[in-house]
Structures are given as structure tokens and as C-alpha cells.
């Protein structure tokens, strides 16, 4: 069950989950070291990510587990406020700079390709004090800082995510408050943070084509969630429509704008409005683009990089009461199939997966994907012999050699969430994605390998599964 030839298998981390150092050397503090040290139990047990897997001070022994698993993409992101402080070029830290440089030139010397993040949920607390992603001047700052990135590691670094999950981060951070800065504006800041995160994207592609793309010949993108939906009764003509609404609001929304024509879809156009309109609002919620942006942001991405961890089946529901949201607006429920089995919000949906990566090909005109996330939670004690776990990686796998062979998905690149097990959000250190577990009791921070490590470097040697699917 050979994959491509020049297949890539890879794991991805993100800077605030695994770094710490969160306030060594000159880093300046993000809106997860505000949300976290403030307290209140909003993450578990009030868990903060100031040293995390030391990262920051371990980086050799991360390169030992990547070098151990034989993984040829190794996908991080960059620590805005440990680059720029304050958010501007005003102030560079060169500390930062020598961290990021001795990663990235580590890798390139083991032969594996960086995927660098350069917004993985942690904007600097500077700029969120001045108004964060609900505010417009965020999208000059970001350009600023891609510009820096760009030029500062472009020499070396050739597959570039601009933002990390976009729709995830709108609506946990503004839409839920669950995440940092832990304001929510239910039905109003979620769209105004969306908006300003896509015109973000498209600005930062912007500046790499036209100044760094020539010399530099790498790629841009940004990292979309999406789960795949089923509707709850497939019988059920609403449940049918709820399920294409579902998908319209978390994959479209920032998908159809980018890769098709600087748009969001209409079917979210006229929900919010008519949603809106029925509410009182003078105009829809959900903000517009003009022209000139349209154009802007339509075509902005090189290759579409996607991360899914799950499924969900959808029916419709009826927003009588008139109430903010976005699953208000798209007027629907989302639950999990009472037969899956699962941790918290991650059932084990393998075959969801290949039926995404067939709507993501059907829809976006056969677009290079990489899978940039999915992976399988753990529980806090877990097992070292995860046999189950890796289980669930191998009918993945399955799925999507299926997608290439069957469905002829131009799947190009696979990433497992995580290398290391992390700072999981809300979830501290309760959750375990890793493919190494690390103790956080431990001041060493040790690395000891999963049985789905050991695994993994089995399918990594062999490009793939051995036996047929």
C-alpha cells in the first residue's frame, strides 16, 4: 500500500504549546500568557503554557524525536511576540531570530522540509491591547511581521502558512470567549475577526508574490479546519440543506473567498442578513468586502492545506428566538453519531476525511492539499502502548490512500498533530496528542516514544501501509 513517491510524512507543533520561555530572552507576552495567567479556571486547572514542553531550551531534543520518526516535513510556528515584542518591527529581538534560524537550518541540515506557521492563535499582547483581530490596523501589523518573516528565514523556509485555523480561532476566541483574549461577541466580533483574519491572509500572499516569490520560489497558504458533516436524517431535505450550511459557515467561509473569487458564500450572505435584518440590525452582521478587496483576496493561496480531526451529523434548527451566534445564523445542531467512539470532541471519523478531502477537490478545482493536522487525543496518565490510538492513525491512513488512488486527491503532504504532547488550550495538559509523551512533572521535560511513534516511522519507511487496505 505504497503512497506517491516523494510523499510527505511530517508532525507539527505550535510555538505557545510547546516553547515556554514565555517571558526568557525578550520575548514579549502573547494574549495566551494574559488569558492563561489571569486565571479563573478558564484552562484546566488554570495550566499555563510558561515553560510547556521547554522547547524554548530543548530544541535538540525535539530533532531527536523528528529525526527518530524519519519525518521528511516538520511543521512549527513562529512566536510573533518572541520575534517582534510589541507586535512592530520597531523592535526586533535577535534572540528570536537565532531560535527560529538554529531550527530551521537544523532541519534543513536532516534533510526535512519546514512548514512554518507564522500565526498560530497567539497574536502579541500590544496589539490586542490595541484592539486585537476586531481591529482593522491588525491587518497592517501582520503584513509588517509576514514581511519580516519573509525576508528574515524565506531564504530557507519554502511552504509558509500564514494563519493557523482562522475560522476555529474567530469563533472560539469571539463568537464562544473560550479562547484568548476571551472576549466573546456573540454573532457580531466572530465575522469582524474573520474578516479582518482573511484580509490579513490575502495582504500577507500579496507581499510574498510580489517581493520575495521571484528569488525565495516558495509556496503560501493558510491552514483551514473542517470536520466532515452529514445530515442527522439523510431523508430530511432540511437536514440535507443544514449539513451544506454547516460546511458554508466553517470550510467555505474562508475557503470560497480565497480560492475562488474574494467572496463568501452566498448561502452565509443572505442567513446573516436575513438573520440580521430579522433582529433589528440596520445591516447585516456579517461585514463586506468591496470590490477592490474582492479582488484582492480572490486566488491568494498556493496549495490548500487543511486539518481534520473528526465528524459530526447535522440537522436543522430553527433560530425562532432570534439569538446571536453562528450556529444560530447557519441555523444548526451538530452532534456526534451516539456510535462513534471518542475523547471530548475527537471521534475516531476516518472515513470523514476522504469525503472532505473529495469536497475539498470537487470544489476547489483539484487544488494541491496537504493535510496540515490530525491526530488522536489521549487522556492524562496515558499509556506508552497506545496500540488502540494507533489504530485509529492506520484506517486514516487507509483513507487516504483511498483518496489518492480511488478519488485522485492530489494529497501531497501529511502532518500528525503532535510531535510532542503540548499545552492543548483550555485542555492544559490533560490531553495527550503526541506521538512522544512528555512529562511535565519532569524538569527535563523527557521524550519517550508512543507505540504510535515507533509505527508511524514504519509507515514513514515504507511510504505507507505494508499489507493492502
Not at 494574549?31 to 484552562?43: A, I, K, L, P, Y
Not at 522540509?113 to 482593522?136: K, M, N, S
Not at 488522536?376 to 487507509?398: C, H, V
Amino acid at each position: 500500500m505504497a503512497f506517491p513517491v516523494g510523499f510527505g510524512w511530517g508532525a507539527a507543533t505550535a510555538a505557545y504549546q510547546v516553547e515556554g520561555g514565555w517571558d526568557a530572552d525578550g520575548r514579549g507576552p502573547s494574549v495566551w500568557d494574559t488569558f492563561s495567567h489571569q486565571g479563573g479556571e478558564r484552562v484546566f486547572k488554570n495550566q499555563t503554557g510558561d515553560v510547556a514542553c521547554g522547547s524554548y531550551t530543548l530544541w535538540e531534543e525535539d530533532l531527536k524525536c523528528i529525526k527518530q520518526l524519519g519525518l521528511t516535513h516538520y511543521r512549527f510556528s513562529l512566536s510573533w511576540s518572541r520575534l517582534l515584542p510589541d507586535g512592530t518591527t520597531g523592535f526586533i529581538n535577535q534572540k528570536g531570530i537565532d531560535y527560529y534560524n538554529k531550527i530551521i537550518d537544523d532541519l534543513s541540515a536532516n534533510r526535512v522540509t519546514p512548514i512554518v506557521t507564522l500565526h498560530h492563535f497567539d497574536l502579541p499582547q500590544a496589539l490586542e491591547d490595541r484592539g486585537g483581530w476586531l481591529a482593522e490596523a491588525t491587518v497592517e501589523s501582520f503584513e509588517e511581521y509576514a514581511r519580516f518573516c519573509f525576508s528574515a528565514f524565506g531564504d530557507r523556509v519554502k511552504r509558509w502558512i500564514t494563519i493557523n485555523e482562522p475560522n476555529t480561532f474567530a469563533l472560539m476566541a469571539y463568537d464562544f470567549g473560550l479562547f484568548a483574549p476571551g472576549v466573546p461577541h456573540p454573532g457580531t466580533g466572530v465575522y469582524q475577526a474573520a474578516h479582518n483574519l482573511i484580509k490579513a491572509h490575502a495582504r500577507a500572499w500579496h507581499s510574498y508574490d510580489s517581493l520575495f516569490r521571484k528569488e525565495q520560489k516558495g509556496m503560501v497558504s493558510l491552514a483551514i479546519f473542517s470536520g466532515w458533516v452529514e445530515p442527522a436524517d439523510p431523508t430530511s431535505v432540511s437536514d440535507q440543506e443544514a449539513a451544506k450550511r454547516a460546511l458554508a459557515f466553517h470550510l467555505d467561509f474562508f475557503a470560497k473567498p480565497i480560492f475562488v473569487d474574494g467572496d463568501y458564500p452566498e448561502v452565509v450572505k443572505s442567513q446573516v442578513a436575513s438573520m440580521s435584518q430579522k433582529q433589528g440590525y440596520p445591516s447585516s452582521r456579517l461585514p463586506q468586502f468591496t470590490e477592490e478587496e474582492k479582488r484582492m483576496i480572490k486566488g491568494t493561496a498556493d496549495f490548500f492545506a487543511v486539518q481534520y480531526y473528526s465528524s459530526r451529523l447535522v440537522k436543522y434548527q430553527e433560530n425562532g428566538k432570534g439569538e446571536l451566534g453562528v450556529f444560530h445564523d447557519a441555523e444548526i445542531e451538530i452532534f456526534p453519531d451516539p456510535s462513534w467512539i471518542g475523547l471530548d470532541w475527537v471521534y475516531v471519523v476516518p472515513w470523514g476525511i476522504r469525503k472532505l478531502l473529495k469536497y475539498i477537490k470537487d470544489t476547489y478545482n483539484n487544488p494541491v492539499i496537504y493535510i496540515t493536522e490530525n491526530g488522536f487525543p489521549q487522556g492524562d496518565p496515558a499509556s506508552l502502548d497506545d496500540t488502540w490510538r494507533w489504530e485509529y492513525f492506520r484506517q486514516t491512513f487507509q483513507e487516504l490512500f483511498k483518496a489518492i488512488q480511488l478519488d485522485k486527491v492530489d494529497l501531497k503532504v501529511y502532518c500528525a498533530w503532535s510531535l510532542l504532547d503540548n499545552f492543548e488550550w483550555n485542555w492544559g495538559y490533560s490531553r495527550r496528542f503526541g506521538l512522544f509523551h512528555v512529562d511535565f512533572e519532569d524538569p527535563a521535560r523527557r521524550r519517550v516514544p508512543y507505540t504510535s511513534a515507533k509505527e508511524y516511522a514504519k509507515v514513514i519507511r515504507n511510504n505507507g501501509l505494508e499489507g493492502h487496505p
